[in-house]
Nanobody
Framework: QVQLVESGGGLVQPGGSLRLSCAAS????????MGWYRQAPGKQRELVAT???????NYADSVKGRFTISRGNAKNSVYLQMNSLKPEDTAVYYC??????????????WGQGTLVTVSS
């Protein structure tokens, strides 16, 4: 059973920073790409940022220049450094692992979500 466990969410004032972490556990041979998505109340889930096994990154326009995604040395973890946070960044942030190779084949895995609230 492959699981993603997120941490680092919380309440922060506008202009502040937070760092989200996500670690994959279970029988994993490799993970092609990991990323972060978010869902605000009443809105659809949207991509925030992804990073693949080659280190290539992709960001939503709304977070470019403010957020930085990175993978851990073991490639089974991913981080999201969020700076200059705005109230519109308030959402539940979900970690995603794409093309996870396990003994039983390929899988896509989602974390349970961590709430980020930006408010004064």
């Amino acid at each position: 059973q492959v699981q993603l466990v997120e941490s680092g969410g919380g309440l922060v004032q506008p202009g502040g920073s937070l760092r989200l972490s996500c670690a994959a556990s279970g029988s994993i041979f490799s993970i092609y790409a990991m990323g972060w998505y978010r869902q605000a109340p009443g809105k659809q889930r949207e991509l925030v940022a992804t990073v693949d096994s080659g280190g290539n990154t992709n960001y939503a326009d709304s977070v470019k220049g403010r957020f930085t995604i990175s993978r851990g040395n073991a490639k089974n973890s991913v981080y999201l450094q969020m700076n200059s946070l705005k109230p519109e960044d308030t959402a539940v942030y979900y970690c995603n692992a794409e093309r996870v190779i396990t003994p039983s084949g390929y899988r896509e895995v989602w974390g349970q979500g961590t709430l980020v609230t930006v408010s004064s």
